[in-house]
């Protein structure tokens, strides 16, 4: 099953769910206050009734007429019929809520009422008293209780119907919502998964940022993995070639002895069939070493501490890309040499700063001035490579940590874009960082912290 028919599955069930949950206790609630409504409503009009029927009988003037259209006004739910007899048990006015309807709603309330069943009728009676004396009685039929009682009937039936029609209106918004969320998941997805098989075929893959944290998350494991592949590529053919050099020698003095033998130059003596055997030896223990490929397989994250004079070092650094620079035309200036014994990875570290050097170099331009400062901060020390080149816009600032990133305004479009990545990798391994600050035109300063745990005092 694919995500998006899960999540609209778990959307839909969830949001139905919680909607009857809703309407379940929201009816519950709404019922018994409702109940309590109707039980009020029917002792009052029962008090009303006995209040009348009193009055009524104790003048002896009456008209049966004017009683019933008077007691119908009492017949609400839940009294359905009321009777009243002389003090002699004489009938003297009936009416119900089957004789006081129209044709049409008479028919629709008689057909109801016979669907509810007749036993669920009770009979209140009410003696009418002048002073002591009984004058008659009155006879309420009602149903037995409001759950009975056909306002409650149609009430909870109103209930069910509305709450039919919430989880249908929410199950139409739960679909549109519920696909719309699901079609961009399934995009982001199916780009990822593009972007893995394209790593796997070792296609080029382009740079995905997906709004879901958990999606973005593979992604940007994707690229890492992919920037280890590659570095993994270039070791592995690195060990080739040193291998095809080392053999290249062996293999040389061998044929030339042979070639020797043939055309009888050299003798076939026991030194020359021991020099031949050495270098079968050599190319053995060549061929033997290739199981080192394997080793190139692991990532080298370790970081190898040594100590080492961090002035030198930087001064090292600027001598091999002094040559470079000049050529631009570009002056590399290095401020301090103050000394300090760094205790940390020395390639590491230093592999960082000429990658950010070489950046430097890229950016500016002809008659250009990079210079290079550190200082020994209480904490921490602090290296600033700064340039008067072209700047770095502020959305390039926010990426040209990424690996495989290239701005448009990248000097060398055949680059691919690790130098920064690796820079700022190396530097993190060695609980160090690297930002930068810079504006279009006016330059660019990347700031490299060590921490203090690194100095030795």
Not at 37 to 61: A, D, R
Not at 153 to 168: D, E, K, V
Not at 216 to 237: A, E, F
Not at 245 to 274: A, F, N, Y
């Amino acid at each position: 099953m694919t995500i998006k028919k899960q999540w609209l599955m778990v959307l839909i069930s969830v949001a139905v769910f919680s909607v009857f949950i809703n309407s379940l206790v929201l009816s519950a609630l709404t019922n018994q206050y409702f109940k309590n409504y109707v039980k009020t409503n029917y002792e009052e009009h029962l008090n009303q009734i006995i209040q009348y029927s009193t009055n009524t009988l104790k003048t002896g003037n009456y008209l049966v007429n004017q009683m019933k259209i008077e007691l119908e006004t009492h017949l609400v739910d839940p009294i359905t019929r009321i009777k009243i007899y002389d003090q002699n048990g004489n009938l003297i006015v009936d009416v119900s809520s089957d004789s006081n309807q129209g044709f049409g709603s008479g028919m629709m309330s008689g057909m109801m009422r016979r669907m509810m069943n007749s036993q669920l009728e009770e009979v209140d009676h009410a003696n009418i008293y002048e002073g002591n004396n009984i004058i008659g009685q009155i006879n309420i039929t009602k149903y037995s209780s409001a759950e009975n009682s056909m306002a409650t009937w149609r009430f909870q039936s109103s209930l069910l119907r509305n709450s039919l029609y919430s989880i249908g209106i929410v199950m139409i918004f739960a679909v549109m919502i519920g696909y719309l969320v699901s079609r961009k998941m399934s995009r982001d997805l199916i780009n990822t998964a593009n972007m893995a098989q394209n790593i796997e075929i070792g296609n080029e893959t382009g740079n995905l940022y997906s709004k879901v944290k958990e999606i973005r998350v593979i992604q940007q494991s994707l690229v890492s993995l992919d920037y280890k592949l590659k570095l993994k590529q270039k070791s592995r053919k690195t060990l080739i070639d040193e291998l095809v050099h080392q053999t290249r020698t062996p293999l040389t003095i061998m044929k030339t002895h042979l070639e020797g033998m043939e055309d009888g130059i050299v003798k076939m003596s026991p030194e020359e069939i021991k020099i031949c055997e050495n270098q079968v030896e050599n190319i053995t223990a060549i061929i033997a070493n290739m199981s080192s490929l394997i080793d190139a397989e692991k990532m080298d994250t370790k970081v190898q501490m040594e100590e080492f004079e961090f002035s030198q070092l930087i001064r090292q650094i600027v001598s091999g890309l002094k040559v470079q620079f000049e050529r631009k035309n570009i002056e590399l200036k290095l401020v301090d040499t103050v000394k300090v014994t760094l205790k940390t990875d020395k390639y590491k570290l230093s592999q960082a700063i000429y990658n950010i050097l070489t950046n430097a170099y890229k950016y500016t331009e002809t008659n250009g001035k990079v210079q290079i400062n550190y200082q020994i901060m209480p904490d921490r020390l602090i290296l600033t490579i700064e340039d008067n080149g072209s700047g770095i816009s502020e959305e390039d600032q926010r990426k040209i940590f990424d690996a495989y990133y290239k701005s448009s305004r990248n000097a060398n479009p055949s680059g691919e874009g690790l130098g920064l990545y690796v820079a700022k990798e190396n530097l993190i391994s060695m609980n160090g960082d690297i930002t930068v600050e810079s504006r279009i035109n006016h330059g660019s300063k990347f700031i490299v912290s060590i921490p203090r745990e690194y100095i030795e005092q």
